[in-house]
C-alpha cells in the first residue's frame, strides 16, 4: 500500500473514527446487542412461538425459489431479459454510450434483486435443510461470481453529451454495494459446508478484485464524489459498504488497510450528517443510504467493531424518518422523494432500523403508523421483537436545522392535522427549487401539496417538478428560483400549532427581500409574504398555490382580494396591490403516482395561480386557508 494512501487512512482515523471511538464508550451501557443474521435466524428456528414468522419466511423463499436466476446481460437488445430491466433515460441517449448506460445500470437492478433474494434463500434452507433452498443460493451465487466486476462502468452516463474518461473508467458505484450485502449475507446464512469449495474459491477471487478496485478509486480519486469529497451522497456509501463487506468476508486481518479505510469512509458519511438524525436529501434518497449504512455498521458489529452502530447518527434518525409521516397516510415529500402517498416504503428501512439497532421509534412506527413490518427477512425476524408502547412515539413536532424543515402534526392519529415548512441548507443534495414550501394536510385531507417527483425521464421532471412551477413558491417574472441557502427563523411551535419565517432571497436575482411567515393552528394557516425587489426593478411578481384536490374551483373578487373556495377548504387573498388570480391543471405525483394512460403520462392537480397585476417594485400579500369542517375524505 503506497504511503500516500496509509497518511488517507491516518488522517481519516484521526479526524472521525477516533473521536467515534469515544461516542462509543461513551454509549457502551446502551448498546443494542448485535447478533449476525445467522444467530437471528437460528433463534426463531426452534422457538414455538415463532413458527408463524417461520412460516411466513420460508413460504416468500419459495416464491423466490420458483423464480428464474438473475443473469448478467451483455447487451442492449437484451436488457429486458433474465429479469433485468432498462432504465428509462438510456432512450434519450446517444447510441455510442446508450448501451453502456443501459448495461451498467442493469448492473444495480441485478445487485438490488440478489441482496434481497439471496440472504431470504439462505435463510430458508437455514430453518429447512430443504436441498430446493440450497441449490438455488448456489446456482444464483455461481452466476454472482461471473459478474467481474460487479459494478460495470457507463453509469455517469445518463445524459445526452457525456461520456467515459480515456481510460473507460468511472469508479465502483452503487451494484457494488448492494452484490456485496447479497453474497455477504448469504455466506453468514449458509451452514458451514453448504457451499462448494470451488465456487467459494471463485467468490473469495472476486471480492480481492473488488477490494483492490475500490481501493484504487479512493487512492486514485477516480469517482465525481471521492474528488469532491462528497460523504453525503449515497454514491459514495454503497461502495464504501462493498469495501468494508468484501474486508469482512475475507478477513479483516488480510486486508486491514482496505478495511480500515472502509471504516474511515463509512464514519465520515455519518459525521456528514445532522447530529438530530436528519439527512441532507429526502427521506427516499435517505432510506437509500441509511439502509446501507445499517448493513455495514451490522456486519462491522457483528464482527465486533461498534464504531459505526453506535454512532449518534444512527441512534437518532429513525426519529427523523418518522417526522415524514403525515395524516392522511401522507409522507412529507421535499427534494427528489417521489409520491406521498407512499407510506408502506418506509416499512423496510424502520424493519431493518428495529433488528439492528433496536430502535423504540421504528419499532412503535411500524406498529402504529405504516401497516407493520415489512416481508423481507429484516421485517419478518423484527416480529420476534417485544412491542413497545405510546411512550415510544416521537414527537408531534421538530425543527431540523441541517435538513431545515419544520414538521408539526396535531396528534398521531390518521385524521389529525399536519404542517411542514421548507427553507434550505448549503448541504441539500437532490433538492428542489421549493425554498419557502408551504404543506397543508387538515383532518387526513390535502389542502396545500408540492407536484412531486415523477421518474427522472420523465419529460416534465425539470420544468414542471423540480422548478418553482411544482412547489408553492415566488416567481419573478419568467425566471425560476435557484436552489439556495434559506434560513428559517422559529418563533413558535407547540401542541396549538406555530410561527416561522423563512428567507429564500438568495434564491432570486434582482431581490432585496423575500421574507415569509406562516402562521398556524389546527383549524387555519395564514401565510404573510413581502417582497421587494432591488432599487429600480419592477417585475410581475407571483405565487402558485398547488391544492389537494383535481376538481374545478371558484374564484371570486376583484382588485386586490379575492377568495378561493373548493370542497376542501376556503382561501382568502389579499394582496398591497391589483391581483390576477387563476387556476391551472399541472402535473401531479403528490397524491398520486405512476402513469395515467399512455396519452396523459401525467396525474394531475389544481394550482391557484397569483400574479401582481402590472410589473412592481414590491408586492405585500396575505394568503389564509380555512378547512372546511367535513369529515375526512381519507377515512
Same mark, same amino acid.
Given at each position: 500500500?503506497?504511503?500516500?494512501?496509509?497518511?488517507?487512512?491516518?488522517?481519516?482515523?484521526?479526524?472521525?473514527?477516533?473521536?467515534?471511538?469515544?461516542?462509543?464508550?461513551?454509549?457502551?451501557?446502551?448498546?443494542?446487542?448485535?447478533?449476525?443474521?445467522?444467530?437471528?435466524?437460528?433463534? /426463531?428456528?426452534?422457538?414455538?412461538?415463532?413458527?408463524?414468522?417461520?412460516?411466513?419466511?420460508?413460504?416468500?423463499?419459495?416464491?423466490?425459489?420458483?423464480?428464474?436466476?438473475?443473469?448478467?446481460?451483455?447487451?442492449?437488445?437484451?436488457?429486458?431479459?433474465?429479469?433485468?430491466?432498462?432504465?428509462?433515460?438510456?432512450?434519450?441517449?446517444?447510441?455510442?454510450?446508450?448501451?453502456?448506460?443501459?448495461?451498467?445500470?442493469?448492473?444495480?437492478?441485478?445487485?438490488?434483486?440478489?441482496?434481497?433474494?439471496?440472504?431470504?434463500?439462505?435463510?430458508?434452507?437455514?430453518?429447512?435443510?430443504?436441498?430446493?433452498?440450497?441449490?438455488?443460493?448456489?446456482?444464483?451465487?455461481?452466476?454472482?461470481?461471473?459478474?467481474?466486476?460487479?459494478?460495470?462502468?457507463?453509469?455517469?452516463?445518463?445524459?445526452?453529451?457525456?461520456?467515459?474518461?480515456?481510460?473507460?473508467?468511472?469508479?465502483?458505484?452503487?451494484?457494488?454495494?448492494?452484490?456485496?450485502?447479497?453474497?455477504?449475507?448469504?455466506?453468514?446464512?449458509?451452514?458451514?459446508?453448504?457451499?462448494?469449495?470451488?465456487?467459494?474459491?471463485?467468490?473469495?477471487?472476486?471480492?480481492?478484485?473488488?477490494?483492490?478496485?475500490?481501493?484504487?478509486?479512493?487512492?486514485?480519486?477516480?469517482?465525481?464524489?471521492?474528488?469532491?469529497?462528497?460523504?453525503?451522497?449515497?454514491?459514495?456509501?454503497?461502495?464504501?459498504?462493498?469495501?468494508?463487506?468484501?474486508?469482512?468476508?475475507?478477513?479483516?486481518?488480510?486486508?486491514?488497510?482496505?478495511?480500515?479505510?472502509?471504516?474511515?469512509?463509512?464514519?465520515?458519511?455519518?459525521?456528514?450528517?445532522?447530529?438530530?438524525?436528519?439527512?441532507?436529501?429526502?427521506?427516499?434518497?435517505?432510506?437509500?443510504?441509511?439502509?446501507?449504512?445499517?448493513?455495514?455498521?451490522?456486519?462491522?458489529?457483528?464482527?465486533?467493531?461498534?464504531?459505526?452502530?453506535?454512532?449518534?447518527?444512527?441512534?437518532?434518525?429513525?426519529?427523523?424518518?418518522?417526522?415524514?409521516?403525515?395524516?392522511?397516510?401522507?409522507?412529507?415529500?421535499?427534494?427528489?422523494?417521489?409520491?406521498?402517498?407512499?407510506?408502506?416504503?418506509?416499512?423496510?428501512?424502520?424493519?431493518?432500523?428495529?433488528?439492528?439497532?433496536?430502535?423504540?421509534?421504528?419499532?412503535?412506527?411500524?406498529?402504529?403508523?405504516?401497516?407493520?413490518?415489512?416481508?423481507?427477512?429484516?421485517?419478518?425476524?423484527?416480529?420476534?421483537?417485544?412491542?413497545?408502547?405510546?411512550?415510544?412515539?416521537?414527537?408531534?413536532?421538530?425543527?431540523?436545522?441541517?435538513?431545515?424543515?419544520?414538521?408539526?402534526?396535531?396528534?398521531?392519529?390518521?385524521?389529525?392535522?399536519? /404542517?411542514?415548512?421548507?427553507?434550505?441548507?448549503?448541504?441539500?443534495?437532490?433538492?428542489?427549487?421549493?425554498?419557502?414550501?408551504?404543506?397543508?394536510?387538515?383532518?387526513?385531507?390535502?389542502?396545500?401539496?408540492?407536484?412531486?417527483?415523477?421518474?427522472?425521464?420523465?419529460?416534465?421532471?425539470?420544468?414542471?417538478?423540480?422548478?418553482?412551477?411544482?412547489?408553492?413558491?415566488?416567481?419573478?417574472?419568467?425566471?425560476?428560483?435557484?436552489?439556495?441557502?434559506?434560513?428559517?427563523?422559529?418563533?413558535?411551535?407547540?401542541?396549538?400549532?406555530?410561527?416561522?419565517?423563512?428567507?429564500?432571497?438568495?434564491?432570486?436575482?434582482?431581490?432585496?427581500?423575500?421574507?415569509?411567515?406562516?402562521?398556524?393552528?389546527?383549524?387555519?394557516?395564514?401565510?404573510?409574504?413581502?417582497?421587494?425587489?432591488?432599487?429600480?426593478?419592477?417585475?410581475?411578481?407571483?405565487?402558485?398555490?398547488?391544492?389537494?384536490?383535481?376538481?374545478?374551483?371558484?374564484?371570486?373578487?376583484?382588485?386586490?382580494?379575492?377568495?378561493?373556495?373548493?370542497?376542501?377548504?376556503?382561501?382568502?387573498?389579499?394582496?398591497?396591490?391589483?391581483?390576477?388570480?387563476?387556476?391551472?391543471?399541472?402535473?401531479?405525483?403528490?397524491?398520486?403516482?405512476?402513469?395515467?394512460?399512455?396519452?396523459?403520462?401525467?396525474?394531475?392537480?389544481?394550482?391557484? /395561480?397569483?400574479?401582481?397585476?402590472?410589473?412592481?417594485?414590491?408586492?405585500?400579500?396575505?394568503?389564509?386557508?380555512?378547512?372546511?369542517?367535513?369529515?375526512?375524505?381519507?377515512?
Amino acid at each position: 500500500m503506497k504511503y500516500a494512501l496509509r497518511l488517507a487512512f491516518s488522517m481519516a482515523l484521526m479526524s472521525g473514527v477516533m473521536l467515534t471511538e469515544a461516542r462509543t464508550m461513551m454509549a457502551d451501557e446502551e448498546s443494542h446487542p448485535v447478533k449476525t443474521w445467522a444467530q437471528l435466524v437460528d433463534s /426463531v428456528k426452534n422457538d414455538k412461538a415463532a413458527r408463524g414468522i417461520r412460516d411466513a419466511l420460508v413460504e416468500r423463499a419459495r416464491a423466490v425459489a420458483q423464480s428464474p436466476v438473475v443473469r448478467r446481460v451483455y447487451r442492449l437488445d437484451d436488457v429486458g431479459k433474465h429479469r433485468t430491466g432498462l432504465d428509462g433515460r438510456a432512450q434519450y441517449l446517444e447510441p455510442e454510450i446508450a448501451e453502456t448506460f443501459a448495461l451498467a445500470m442493469s448492473d444495480y437492478g441485478t445487485a438490488s434483486t440478489i441482496a434481497s433474494e439471496l440472504p431470504l434463500l439462505a435463510a430458508a434452507y437455514r430453518l429447512t435443510d430443504e436441498d430446493v433452498f440450497r441449490a438455488r443460493v448456489i446456482e444464483q451465487l455461481a452466476e454472482t461470481a461471473t459478474w467481474s466486476p460487479l459494478q460495470r462502468p457507463g453509469w455517469t452516463l445518463y445524459a445526452p453529451g457525456h461520456r467515459l474518461p480515456p481510460d473507460g473508467q468511472d469508479g465502483n458505484w452503487l451494484a457494488t454495494g448492494m452484490a456485496m450485502r447479497g453474497i455477504g449475507d448469504a455466506l453468514d446464512l449458509m451452514p458451514r459446508g453448504s457451499i462448494p469449495a470451488d465456487l467459494r474459491g471463485s467468490l473469495d477471487d472476486l471480492l480481492a478484485r473488488e477490494i483492490a478496485s475500490i481501493v484504487d478509486d479512493w487512492e486514485t480519486k477516480r469517482p465525481w464524489f471521492v474528488r469532491g469529497d462528497n460523504p453525503i451522497t449515497n454514491q459514495w456509501m454503497l461502495p464504501t459498504e462493498g469495501l468494508v463487506r468484501a474486508c469482512l468476508v475475507l478477513g479483516v486481518e488480510k486486508h486491514r488497510d482496505a478495511y480500515e479505510l472502509g471504516v474511515a469512509n463509512t464514519v465520515k458519511a455519518l459525521d456528514s450528517h445532522g447530529a438530530a438524525g436528519e439527512f441532507e436529501e429526502g427521506v427516499g434518497y435517505a432510506a437509500f443510504t441509511i439502509t446501507s449504512m445499517v448493513h455495514t455498521a451490522h456486519a462491522m458489529a457483528t464482527a465486533g467493531d461498534r464504531r459505526a452502530i453506535d454512532h449518534p447518527f444512527l441512534r437518532n434518525c429513525p426519529t427523523w424518518i418518522v417526522h415524514h409521516i403525515q395524516p392522511g397516510g401522507m409522507l412529507i415529500n421535499c427534494f427528489d422523494a417521489g409520491a406521498a402517498r407512499a407510506l408502506g416504503n418506509l416499512r423496510p428501512l424502520l424493519s431493518l432500523l428495529a433488528v439492528c439497532t433496536g430502535s423504540s421509534a421504528a419499532r412503535w412506527a411500524l406498529a402504529e403508523q405504516v401497516g407493520g413490518p415489512s416481508d423481507d427477512l429484516p421485517g419478518l425476524l423484527c416480529r420476534e421483537l417485544p412491542p413497545v408502547g405510546d411512550e415510544a412515539a416521537p414527537p408531534l413536532h421538530a425543527s431540523y436545522e441541517r435538513a431545515t424543515r419544520v414538521n408539526w402534526r396535531d396528534s398521531w392519529g390518521h385524521d389529525a392535522t399536519g /404542517v411542514w415548512v421548507r427553507g434550505g441548507h448549503g448541504t441539500d443534495q437532490h433538492d428542489h427549487h421549493d425554498r419557502g414550501h408551504v404543506n397543508f394536510i387538515s383532518r387526513g385531507r390535502p389542502i396545500l401539496i408540492e407536484a412531486g417527483t415523477p421518474a427522472y425521464h420523465n419529460p416534465l421532471i425539470e420544468s414542471h417538478y423540480q422548478s418553482g412551477v411544482g412547489h408553492n413558491v415566488l416567481q419573478l417574472g419568467e425566471a425560476m428560483p435557484r436552489t439556495d441557502v434559506a434560513p428559517m427563523s422559529v418563533r413558535r411551535l407547540g401542541d396549538s400549532g406555530g410561527e416561522v419565517t423563512v428567507d429564500p432571497t438568495k434564491c432570486y436575482d434582482d431581490l432585496e427581500q423575500w421574507r415569509r411567515t406562516v402562521q398556524w393552528t389546527a383549524d387555519a394557516m395564514t401565510v404573510s409574504d413581502q417582497v421587494k425587489l432591488e432599487a429600480g426593478t419592477r417585475q410581475v411578481v407571483c405565487f402558485r398555490w398547488h391544492l389537494g384536490t383535481a376538481d374545478h374551483v371558484d374564484i371570486m373578487g376583484s382588485d386586490d382580494a379575492f377568495t378561493v373556495h373548493w370542497p376542501d377548504a376556503t382561501m382568502t387573498v389579499q394582496g398591497s396591490g391589483p391581483l390576477l388570480v387563476s387556476q391551472e391543471m399541472l402535473p401531479d405525483n403528490t397524491l398520486a403516482s405512476g402513469p395515467r394512460s399512455s396519452e396523459s403520462p401525467d396525474h394531475l392537480h389544481t394550482c391557484i /395561480v397569483i400574479r401582481s397585476r402590472d410589473a412592481a417594485e414590491a408586492l405585500r400579500l396575505v394568503t389564509k386557508v380555512v378547512p372546511n369542517d367535513r369529515t375526512s375524505g381519507n377515512q
